[in-house]
């Protein structure tokens, strides 16, 4: 990954032989007045308890695209866990003052996943809260209300102003909801790969 700025360093890569495969948004947020987000008819927003690692392996594997998974692939060891490594997180989590949530938006009354978020939530004063959200792309037109229900979920009893998160630029419909929402990147980098075979 190569800030989109540094151009010497991409001309060098790009002549080593790497290629682009995607570019990364990084947003920093250091307030957000929470508003309840307007309801949808067809979807609605659920956290989902218990181990999720499948929900989101299965998202993320089924809406990240060919070309990018050729060089970074969502595979299961990504999301799946052991219990004892579970367990470890747990306190670890507990011990440092975080609460880790995972948040599906799903269509209408079945179980079909239209996006996924997972946030790490301060209990504690100070620190970041950190997200990671995408959305299928077939349904970019929900995606202000997806990302306006999970910032009001994070923020409506934060202990920490600040929150982070990126975005590939494949997930257009999340980088328009946020200019919709005034949130401008903070950065951004340019993802390269080259394949040895």
């Known amino acids: 990954d190569v800030v989109s700025g540094n151009k010497p360093a991409i001309e060098l890569y790009r002549a080593a032989g790497f290629r682009d495969y995607t570019s990364l948004a990084f947003y920093e947020m250091k307030s957000y007045h929470p508003l309840l987000a307007v309801g949808t008819d067809d979807c609605r927003v659920e956290e989902i308890k218990g181990d999720s690692w499948k929900l989101r392996y299965e998202f993320w594997k089924r809406v990240t695209p060919a070309g990018v998974q050729e060089f970074a ?6 999301f799946r866990r052991s219990a004892f490594t579970r367990a470890f997180n747990s306190l670890w989590r507990w011990m440092t003052g975080e609460k880790f949530q995972v948040y599906a938006l799903l269509r209408g ?10 946030v790490n939530k301060r209990t504690k004063e100070g620190g970041i809260n950190s997200l990671e959200i995408g959305l299928d792309e077939t349904y970019s037109g929900k995606a ?4 306006t229900e999970i910032l009001w979920r994070i923020y409506a009893d934060h202990k920490s102003p600040l929150t982070e998160f990126e975005l590939p630029a494949w997930q257009t419909g999340m980088q328009r909801a946020c200019a919709g929402l005034k949130i401008e990147p903070k950065y951004e980098t340019i993802s390269m790969g080259m394949k040895l075979e």
């Open 109 to 118: 009354r079945g179980r079909h996943v239209l996006g996924v978020a997972t």
């Open 144 to 147: 202000e209300y997806f990302l």
């Open 73 to 78: 692939p969502v595979t299961e060891s990504s």
